[in-house]
């Protein structure tokens, strides 16, 4: 019992040093907190404007949102916007982009629309540095993860204007804390869905944070609905980091995010308002 009482309680704090952020950087991250970001842009995928197309972030740079969008590769090392790799869900297509070719790639229209899937760069040419941009990275893995960090990085190097990147892989975000240290940057996280063991293991350290020792991010961002859940209160209310909500789905849920949520990702409705000042 005695070893015990020694034992937990080192391992409580050695738990706590590894979720602990850092301190961040606040103040930086205000741009963030003062507009509300659209999620994968101003979208609607039963209309014209499909998530993540080139006509959704234009809408939303002409109502004065921020955009969220999600970067990927293709065979050949383009950079594309998608959230998903697999093209059944966006476009009815079951190919995935890490398998075709951009010139492969191109013709394909976003859930019957005409927008097609726009590259990297021609996203951040029609935003313009106009609204603040939170860009995930995607990375399913571990592998090429520095080659994807690099090549992300060298486009954005080039970019004016807010923004900050984030990522579920904890990978990602440490590479830019050691390569890119001066841009913004946050860490994805979720529930998660139930995985077999020893996989399960893996994915609760990724939803709580466990990595944060080695990223230092300067924000968490959140499923919405996972607010209640003791981790992310640990993270938020004894860390007091800067926690970015998603996906804010109605005003309803923008009003219970707001003291919640230092940042607000809202997506499948227009909020009746444009910022929180």
């Known amino acids: 019992m005695e070893i015990l009482a020694f034992v937990l309680p080192v391992l409580v704090v050695l738990w706590l040093l590894a979720v602990w952020p850092g301190k961040g950087r606040k103040e930086r991250m205000q741009v963030f907190s003062k507009q509300l970001i659209a999620h994968r842009g101003l979208h609607n995928n039963k209309g014209d404007a499909p998530e993540n197309s080139l006509l959704a972030f234009r809408r939303a740079v002409d109502a004065g949102y921020g955009i969220e969008l999600d970067v990927r590769e293709t065979k050949d090392e383009a950079l594309v916007i998608c959230h998903d790799d697999n093209l059944k869900r966006v476009a009815g297509v079951k190919k995935k982009i890490s398998g075709m070719a951009l010139t492969d790639l191109k013709p394909i229209r976003l859930f019957s629309s005409e927008e097609g899937v726009p590259t990297f760069e021609e996203a951040l040419a029609v935003i313009g540095g106009k609204v603040p941009l939170v860009v995930e990275v995607k990375s399913e893995d571990f592998q090429n993860v520095t080659r994807l960090c690099e090549h992300v990085a060298a486009v954005l190097d080039a970019y004016e204007g807010p923004l900050c990147m984030e990522s579920f892989n904890p990978g990602v975000v440490r590479w830019f804390r050691k390569n890119r240290p001066d841009m913004l940057r946050g860490q994805l996280s979720d529930r998660f869905k139930k995985q077999k063991f020893p996989d399960s293991i893996l994915m609760f350290l990724f939803s709580c944070c466990f ?61 009746a308002q444009k910022s929180r000042e």
Do not use: M, Q
């Not at 007091?240 to 995010?257: F, M, Q």
């Open 211 to 271: 990595f944060n020792f080695a990223t230092k991010p300067d924000f968490i961002a959140y499923r919405f609905s996972c607010a209640n859940l003791l981790r992310f209160r640990l993270i938020h209310g004894l860390f007091h980091a800067t926690c970015a909500g998603w996906t804010i789905r109605s005003e309803e849920d923008l009003k219970n995010a707001a003291p919640v949520f230092d940042v607000i990702i809202f997506d499948s409705f227009t909020p």
